[in-house]
């Protein structure tokens, strides 16, 4: 299973950027999928996720700017970020929680994408 992340740049403050991860492999199904956000100097964090019945969630500080969305056909997750702030700098990684076919069955499994730089200027 790989996931590639696309979409990032740079980007004015209060401008927009969608970014996408498509998931490949011999996938049976995607339960959770998220984008996660690290800036420099900080931890990891949980930017927005969404369920296979497409249930969202939201970290407070993106609330009302950012939209996650996902395509169960495509295997595909996005994020929609619009009214970008300067503190919403950082590397953008997917994350999916994978149910795949292996050689021994089922099995299920957390998997990353490589980060998208999002670069928000002042």
């Known amino acids: 299973v790989q996931l590639q992340a696309s979409g990032g740049g740079l980007v004015q403050a209060g401008g927009s950027l969608t970014l996408s991860c498509a998931a490949s492999g011999s996938i049976s199904r995607i339960n959770v999928m998220g984008w996660y956000r690290q800036a420099p100097g900080k931890q990891r964090e949980l930017v927005a996720a969404?369920?296979?019945?497409?249930?969202?969630d939201y970290t407070d500080s993106v609330k009302g700017r950012f939209t996650i969305s996902r395509d169960n056909a495509k295997n595909t997750v996005y994020l929609q970020m619009s009214g970008l702030k300067p503190e919403d700098t950082g590397v953008y990684y997917c994350?999916?929680?994978?149910?795949?076919?292996?050689?021994?069955?089922?099995?299920?499994?957390?998997?990353w994408g490589k980060g998208t730089q999002v670069t928000v200027s002042s």
């Open positions: 994350n999916a929680d994978v149910v795949f076919m292996s050689g021994y069955g089922l099995r299920s499994g957390e998997y």
């Open positions: 969404i369920t296979s019945g497409l249930r969202t």
